[in-house]
């Protein structure tokens, strides 16, 4: 019996510089099972004064992020900058991460056709309807994965739509240099007041722009302060009067938006939030693992220490742990 040389360890690339010294991120959220803290979920947020200033921060809120899904009202904005009409309901949807409801799907088929277009134009992944109900009843009407349920889509129609519009070319809607991706960069410097440091693909596989916190807080400040008639303020207008399709009967966003007149909410993937009130005041976070079960109660503690005072915030913070189908814990805000 012969033995062999062992096999030798592959030496592990060095840590990026930027994460050398870097200081560990405060707990924002704990998990708490049976009164035990089993987990902890760290992150980073801010909060702007009315007057823009920033009133408190936690963590690292000048680094970039990427804000995923709060990005949308930048994009929706630029399709009214690229001359495309929209209001209302569509305009809400535009800048929609919608749950896949009847009625989304119903409106983006509608969009669609106002329009000359079809579902085909649509470079959405196909998927399934964002929320777990509507998910559930979509499986067992036998319908499979569609990029018209895709949470996106009504983002993506009226970017066609504006594309269509101007004669720009279709296929490359979602490219970084496209006319169209140029004006949604454009707004997005000049809403959160910085520049953008990192490009990349967001999962819809729109051009996803790094924002840091502080710009994305203020970025949410500009569009409820703008001037009416504004891009801005009409998406803000549009979404704060459509909650519902932004994103959907059972979301935090539409609840957010329906108890507290004139504030304007966007969830993001990866645990991402931002949240302007009709006076100025704004806030944005992210959870750095991105875990969204903590969005509800680190949003309800933020506005409670804001001032805000409204039974919306109970239903926001409740998030519930169970074990054997009873409730025994739950994740709780822990700053």
Known sequence: MTSSSPTPIPEQAPAP???????????????????????????????????GSVESALGDVAAPV??????????????????????????????ASHSGESFHLDLVRTMLAEHGLTPDHLQTPPDLPLDPEEAESYLA?????????????????AMLAAAARNGWPLASYLDQDHPLQQLVAEGVRAASGEEVAHVGTDGCGA???SLSLTGLARAFRHFVLADPGT????????????????AGTRRPDTWLMQALPGTLSKMGAEAVQAVALPDGRA???KIDDGATRTLGPILARL?????????????????PLLGGGVRVGEIRAAF
């Open 207 to 209: 051009p996803l722009l």
């Open 17 to 51: 510089e930027a994460s050398v010294g870097a200081p560990v991120p405060p707990v924002l959220a704990e998990v708490v099972r049976s009164g035990f803290v089993e987990g902890r979920h760290r992150g980073s947020l801010v909060v702007l004064a009315a007057d």
């Open 231 to 246: 891009p801005e303020r009409r998406v803000a207008d549009a979404m704060r009067a459509h909650p519902e399709y932004v």
């Open 141 to 157: 009407s036998g319908r499979v994965r569609d990029r018209l349920a895709m949470n996106c889509s009504g983002k993506h129609t």
């Open 66 to 95: 990427f804000p995923r899904s709060t990005n949308k009202p930048m994009q929706a904005a630029a399709v009214l900058r690229a001359g495309l009409e929209l209001s209302g309901e569509r305009l809400a949807l535009a800048a």
């Open 303 to 319: 506005l409670r220490r804001m001032g805000v005072d409204s039974p919306v915030l109970a239903r926001l913070e409740d998030a």
């Open 283 to 285: 806030l944005a976070f």
